[in-house]
Each structure stands twice: as structure tokens, then as C-alpha cells.
């Protein structure tokens, strides 16, 4: 896969993780574990690069006597999330066409 478009896919999936409610690190890995692997290396590069693009902001809270960070999704980081739907009905549109002739063998 395109290494772009494969940082765009993970860049989605991490602000899906917590469209719903603030999380942290371990837990996004886990709510993504049934759909994708995602490496801790990998997620806090990904968290990085959405937090510096104005698509999350980060708090720390003390938790069991340790600092844990929340990272909570902005307004741009929602708009991220719709604008991919809107780009991914053109996505499934460009497979569907290079893979028609596949249904017509």
C-alpha cells in the first residue's frame, strides 16, 4: 500500500478511536485490535502528528499514582473523519472499476 495514503488511513482510524470519548494510549490499541494492529511506536507518532495538526489536544491526568495522557478530538479532527467518508465513496468507486473485470471473468 501507498506509505501516504496508508498514513492517512491510521491518521482516521486513531481520531475514530476517540470520536466517542477522550482516551489514552493502551486503550486506543485496544479498541482498534479487533479491526487493525496498530505498534505503540507507531500510535504515539500517529497521536503526534494529528496533536500538532490541530485534530486532538492532549491532557494529563494523574491515574494509580503515574501521568496518563487524554487525547481528546477537536473540531478539525471531526471534520478529518467526514472528509474521508466523502473521499472514500470516490475510493470504492475507482476498486469497483478496477475490479470489474475480475466479476466478469
Request: hydrophobic content about 35%.
Given at each position: 500500500?501507498?506509505a501516504?495514503?496508508?498514513?492517512?488511513?491510521?491518521?482516521?482510524?486513531?481520531?475514530?478511536?476517540?470520536?466517542r470519548?477522550?482516551?489514552?494510549?493502551?486503550?486506543?490499541?485496544?479498541?482498534?485490535?479487533?479491526?487493525?494492529?496498530?505498534?505503540?511506536?507507531?500510535?504515539y507518532?500517529?497521536?503526534?502528528?494529528?496533536?500538532?495538526?490541530?485534530?486532538?489536544?492532549?491532557?494529563?491526568?494523574?491515574?494509580?499514582?503515574?501521568?496518563?495522557?487524554?487525547?481528546?478530538?477537536?473540531?478539525?479532527?471531526?471534520r478529518?473523519?467526514?472528509d474521508?467518508?466523502?473521499?472514500?465513496?470516490?475510493?470504492a468507486?475507482?476498486y469497483?472499476?478496477?475490479?470489474?473485470?475480475?466479476?466478469?471473468a
Open positions: 500500500m501507498d501516504q495514503m496508508k498514513r492517512g488511513l491510521l491518521d482516521v482510524c486513531v481520531l475514530a478511536a476517540i470520536k470519548k477522550d482516551s489514552y494510549g493502551y486503550q486506543i490499541t485496544k479498541d482498534m485490535k479487533p479491526y487493525l494492529t496498530l505498534p505503540e511506536s507507531t500510535l507518532t500517529v497521536l503526534k502528528r494529528l496533536e500538532a495538526g490541530g485534530m486532538l489536544t492532549v491532557r494529563t491526568t494523574e491515574h494509580g499514582g503515574r501521568l496518563r495522557k487524554y487525547y481528546h478530538i477537536t473540531q478539525a479532527g471531526r478529518r473523519i467526514e474521508f467518508k466523502a473521499e472514500w465513496a470516490e475510493i468507486a475507482i469497483r472499476f478496477v475490479t470489474r473485470e475480475d466479476e466478469e
